[in-house]
């Protein structure tokens, strides 16, 4: 069974320019969230998505948004980098069919340099 | 006071160590615990996942959740070089679905 794929692995932007990360879940994970992962802050969850429909979105501004497809494949985009979004990017799947218990299957992450 | 506090460590033990990771949480809603482990330069994998109060034991692993402490616990029994990674706890409960984590623990196992 392949894993989750997140792509690309690695980019370097500039600030103030805008970034398109891509995932695709577990074959029949109908869920996919997403995580910032920094050294100083851990890991900070973004937003959920099922069904193409955002279930669940975390404390970050407006730069950061996200989308599904019919397929479950999903994208987040972060415009007006800021040297703070530095960042690694994960991207979880899971079935998403019970509230409290979802237990997440994580991407390798794409790591992202704001320079 | 974060929702979730687990000490960032760094913790160094020798191999055969038995080893100790812990994490505290604040909100009462959790009901689901698990530990993750991240090795460099890769996502988390989940390693153990538990509902409510109680000890899991899977191989050299147990996880011991403490609701009323709100404590929970991860022992490694004889440790090995290759439990060397991240250790993050990660708990949700209610009615969302997000996983809430630690900050994650670096663990090195010194042969």
């Known amino acids: 069974k392949a894993g989750v794929t997140q792509t690309p692995r690695y980019l370097i932007k500039t600030r103030g320019q805008q970034v398109t990360l891509s995932c695709s879940p577990i074959?029949?994970?109908?869920?996919v969230s997403w995580y910032q992962q920094t050294p100083g802050q851990g890991l900070q969850f973004l937003f959920e998505y099922f069904s193409e429909t955002q279930r669940n979105k975390g404390n970050f501004p407006g730069r950061f948004s996200g989308r599904q497809f019919s397929n479950s494949r999903s994208e987040m985009n972060v415009s007006t980098l800021e040297l703070g979004d530095s960042a690694l990017y994960l991207c979880?799947?899971?079935?998403?069919?019970?509230?409290?218990?979802?237990?997440?299957?994580f991407g390798a992450g794409s790591r992202l340099t704001v320079l | 006071q974060k929702e979730v506090e687990q000490d960032p460590g760094p913790l160094s033990v020798p191999e055969g160590a038995i080893v100790s990771l812990n994490c505290t949480y604040s909100n009462s809603a959790f009901q689901y615990f698990m530990w993750y482990r991240q090795y460099s330069r890769k996502g988390p994998e989940l390693l153990m996942y538990?509902?409510?109060?109680g000890n899991k034991e899977d191989g050299r692993f147990t996880a011991q959740v403490d609701k009323s402490s709100k404590y929970i616990s991860l022992f490694i029994r004889d440790s090995q070089p290759s439990d060397s990674a991240t250790y993050l706890c990660a708990m949700s409960g209610g009615s969302n679905y997000k996983l809430t984590f630690g900050k994650g623990t670096l663990l090195t196992v010194n042969p």
């Open positions: 538990t509902y409510s109060s």
């Open positions: 979880a799947s899971s079935t998403g069919t019970v509230a409290g218990a979802n237990v997440l299957t």
């Open positions: 074959s029949g994970h109908r869920s």
